[in-house]
């Protein structure tokens, strides 16, 4: 397994601001994922952050909104740009920490209010 | 496509209750499957999975769930439950060797004492 942390846990943002969240992870890791779960609801998997090429976003999910770094196999970032109500949710980072455990573990979950 | 239906999205149980949370899923590939759990205020936690090998997976806390493939069936059942079990409880599956994780909607287990 692996032991993931995010930052913030938790914030509370104005409409239209941007806020970056931390994903670190104890152990290099290929493949990283941002999820979210908006209030009531289940995941759904906003992108596909891989070391060293571009994150691959899901259908629904655009660049310019969830803009994602991955710096190295530790550590990624996703943004959530020009922030509405409707972006309130909780985000989490998940990882697969072995070649082929197609097992994914998550981290603990930034949640996020939008006013 | 892929999907993962839970059809309960609550269940209420005594305490030392057996419970059964069902989950089926519809794939025409190979799959992989999950079950996690999200305690109050708290991210996933893989619970248990199957990945290829005994049908019936256990966890460590007295869960367990078994793969059907005829009937594309993944439900977790635990003969006695406890106050503590009182959580969500995500079913998932991804085909094999790809990474994308499909979750069901989830079903919320009430323990009550």
């Known amino acids: 397994s692996a032991v993931i942390s995010q930052k913030p846990s938790r914030d509370i943002c104005q409409r239209g601001t941007s806020l970056t969240i931390q994903c670190q992870v104890d152990?290099?890791?290929?493949?990283m994922f941002w999820y979210r779960q908006q209030p009531g609801q289940s995941l759904t998997l906003i992108a596909t952050?891989?070391?060293?090429?571009?994150?691959?976003?899901e259908s629904g999910f655009v660049i310019d909104k969830f803009p994602i770094s991955r710096p190295n196999l530790t550590f990624s970032t996703l943004t959530v740009s020009n922030m509405s109500p409707e972006d309130s949710s909780i985000y989490l980072c998940?990882?697969?920490?072995?070649?082929?455990?197609?097992?994914?573990?998550f981290g603990p979950g930034t949640r996020l209010t939008v006013l | 496509a892929q999907s993962v239906t839970q059809l309960d999205s609550q269940v209420p149980v005594f305490e030392e209750a057996p419970v059964e949370l069902r989950c089926n899923y519809s794939?025409?590939?190979?799959?992989?499957l999950f079950w996690y759990v999200q305690y109050p205020n708290q991210g996933l936690q893989l619970l248990l999975k199957?990945?290829?090998?005994?049908?019936l997976v256990e966890s460590i806390n007295g869960f367990e769930a078994e793969f059907n493939k005829s009937q594309t069936s993944f439900h977790l059942r635990k003969p006695s439950v406890h106050i503590s079990d009182t959580a969500e409880y995500f079913c998932?599956?991804?085909?094999?060797?790809?990474?994308?994780?499909?979750f069901g909607t989830g079903t919320r287990l009430q323990v009550f004492p």
């Open positions: 199957y990945l290829s090998g005994s049908t």
């Open positions: 152990s290099q890791v290929t493949m």
């Open positions: 998932a599956v991804t085909q094999t060797f790809t990474d994308k994780l499909i």
């Open positions: 998940s990882v697969d920490p072995g070649t082929y455990t197609d097992t994914q573990y």
């Open positions: 794939s025409s590939v190979s799959v992989y």
């Open positions: 952050a891989n070391q060293g090429s571009e994150a691959t976003y």
